[in-house]
Nanobody, 121 residues
């Protein structure tokens, strides 16, 4: 059974940075594309960024393009999200998941507990 454990969230001022991590276990990590998603209070969970299994291809939602960077370390079974120039509207619970199809970003596994990011103005 796949387990996903997100970490690295916190409280930061607008313009600041955070680096999120997601440790995965239970399958061959490099075989799967990975994605970061977020759910703001009172809103649906939405895709933020995705990365191919090899790590060579990435994709971003327009709202974070140029500010966030997704990366992965397949030797450590970990995917990262570097978030710079944070805005109050980035406030959300952030989740990672394996995704079935690159470009579709359909999550495959049960969601982890997520990590809370709060950006103050």
């Amino acid at each position: 059974q796949v387990q996903l454990v997100e970490s690295g969230g916190g409280l930061v001022q607008a313009g600041g940075s955070l680096r999120l991590s997601c440790a995965a276990s239970g399958r061959t990590f490099s075989d799967y594309h990975m994605g970061w998603f977020r759910q703001a209070p009172g809103k649906e969970r939405r895709f933020v960024a995705g990365i191919s299994g090899s790590g060579l291809t990435t994709y971003y939602a327009d709202s974070v393009k140029g500010r966030f960077t997704i990366s992965r370390d397949n030797a450590k079974n970990t995917v990262y999200l570097q978030m710079n120039s944070l805005k109050p509207e980035d406030t959300a619970v952030y989740y990672c998941n394996s995704v079935g199809r690159f470009g579709v970003w359909d999550p495959l596994d049960a969601w982890g507990q997520g990590t809370v990011v709060t950006v103050s103005s």
